[in-house]
Structures are given as C-alpha cells and as structure tokens.
C-alpha cells in the first residue's frame, strides 16, 4: 500500500471560483501562497521565498470554499499534490502545483468579521464552513 499526503497553510492569492460538472459535481479552484522567511547568515538580509499552488475542492466542501473563503484569507489545505510541467512564456521549463484537497480548513477571520478558524468546535461569526472539516485525531498528527 501507498499514501502520500501533503500540507499548506498560506493565504489565498485571489477569490475561489466555483464550478459545476456536468453530472452535476461542485468544484472549487483558488491559489494559495505559501511564503517562507529567512535570514541570510552571510549577508543577514531578510529573504523570502512564495510556492503557489493551485488546488481543488470537491463536493459540499467545495460550495462552503466559495461561500467563506475570499482573496487574502488564510487556510491550511491536506490533500494530494502533483507538479504539472509545461514551457513559460520564455520558453522555458516550468512546473506549476496542484494540491486536491481533502480537508480544507478556514484559519483566518472572514468577510463576515467573525474570529479565527476552530480546531473542530464553534467559531464566531458565520464562519460556520470552517465546522465541515474535522481536527486532527491527536496533536501529533498536527504538522506544525
């Protein structure tokens, strides 16, 4: 048996877009910027490196990603990532992430004003979506 499973926690670079399938299936794309920050030892400059991702949300989750989610919220998203190649506009080789998402989970406060996104139980405001996944089953399963 394989498994692999990958986990962000970044903030979206632009409001999710819903879709439905034929069959009617909701899908739900939106970009994710995960930054991180550093020191340089030689030159002790500050240093910052982003990863985007592009991810897809399925299902009821998806319609609760559109409602609640908007461009600059932060979430940590689980799922299954694959690298896409293809040419730039240079001409050059470039891969581009794509996270399908298992779990999503709201982190930051929303549209509403409501507060950060909970670890399974009530959060304030109508950030309600952020119920529809669940914690981790114990702390050791939490990636940071």
Known sequence: MSWHQTIIVGNLGGDPELKYLQSGQAVCNFSVAVSERW??????????????YRVDVWGAQAE?????????????????VTA???????????????????????????NSGGGGGSQGGQSG????????????DSVDDIPF
């Open 39 to 52: 020191r340089d030892r030689q030159t002790n400059e500050q240093r910052e490196k982003t990863t985007w």
């Open 84 to 110: 896409d190649a293809y040419m730039n506009n240079n001409g050059e080789a470039a891969a581009s992430l794509k996270l399908t998402a298992r779990t999503v989970q709201f982190l930051s406060g929303g």
């Open 64 to 80: 609760h990603c559109n409602t609640y989610l908007s461009k600059g919220r932060q979430v940590m998203v689980i799922g299954n």
């Open 125 to 136: 405001g109508n950030d309600r979506a952020s119920n529809y996944t669940s914690a981790p």
